[in-house]
């Protein structure tokens, strides 16, 4: 069994482009979570989502980001028109459920937009 | 809101115990974590402990839990290099709230 697969690992997008970042969650995790940590700092929520469903989003920005949880395939988040400050590394974490006791961390994907 | 506080830095000589604090908001999460994370590398899962439950010990790990003052405390017993890393403190109720993490430096 397979941990969190996040893909790519690294990112360089220049200013303006679009990123797409893929979370694979381990099988037979039906909720996924996404946190965003910038350089030096702890890690922040974005969104939650379960199956074709958002949960949470409470943590997105309000333009350019987006999330998705197909009923088949990875989850992916979605940042368009990249900009500096975007620059960050992004968590996925899976569980089965939303009352399980801990959630699996991908090793992430550190985005630099040049 | 939710919010989880934790002092920024911690230095210790090798061998002797570490005790990384925190403080939460949210009385009603059912559980709080511990997680480690090394430079450039995700994170790990350290250990956890049941808002029901006082002390939680694993190894040289001991998890300390007062409720009623939301602190929470992870000791590090004998202190290795191999344990300087960032410690984050995370409370969860639907979501995972982190702290900021605590740099730990092990000095030989």
């Known amino acids: 069994n397979a941990g969190v697969m996040q893909n790519p690992r690294h990112l360089v997008r220049r200013r303006g482009q679009e990123a797409r970042l893929r979370c694979s969650p381990m099988?037979?995790?039906?909720?996924v979570y996404w946190y965003r940590q910038l350089p030096e700092e702890g890690l922040k929520f974005m969104v939650y989502?379960?199956?074709?469903?958002?949960?949470?989003e409470s943590g997105m920005p309000k333009e350019r980001f987006s999330a998705e949880f197909p009923k088949e395939g990875p989850s992916i988040l979605r940042i368009q028109q990249v900009v500096r400050g975007d620059s960050a590394a992004y968590f996925c974490?899976?569980?089965?459920?939303?009352?399980?006791?801990?959630?699996?961390f991908g090793q992430g994907t550190r985005l630099t937009v040049v | 809101g939710e919010d989880v506080e934790q002092s920024l830095f911690l230095s210790v000589r090798e061998g002797d115990s570490s005790v990384i604090n925190c403080t939460y908001t949210d009385s009603s999460s059912t559980y709080l974590y511990w997680y480690k994370q090394e430079p450039g590398a995700g994170l790990q899962l350290l250990t956890y402990?049941?808002?029901?439950?006082d002390m939680k010990q694993d190894q040289r790990l001991t998890v300390l839990l007062n409720k009623k003052d939301k602190h929470l405390s992870l000791r590090i017993a004998d202190t290795q290099t191999g344990d300087s890393a960032i410690y984050f403190c995370a409370e969860k109720g639907q979501n995972f709230v982190f702290g900021p993490g605590t740099r730990l430096s092990v000095l030989p």
């Open positions: 989502l379960q199956k074709e469903n958002i949960i949470d």
């Open positions: 402990i049941f808002s029901n439950m």
């Open positions: 099988k037979g995790h039906s909720h």
């Open positions: 974490a899976s569980s089965p459920d939303s009352l399980n006791t801990e959630a699996f």
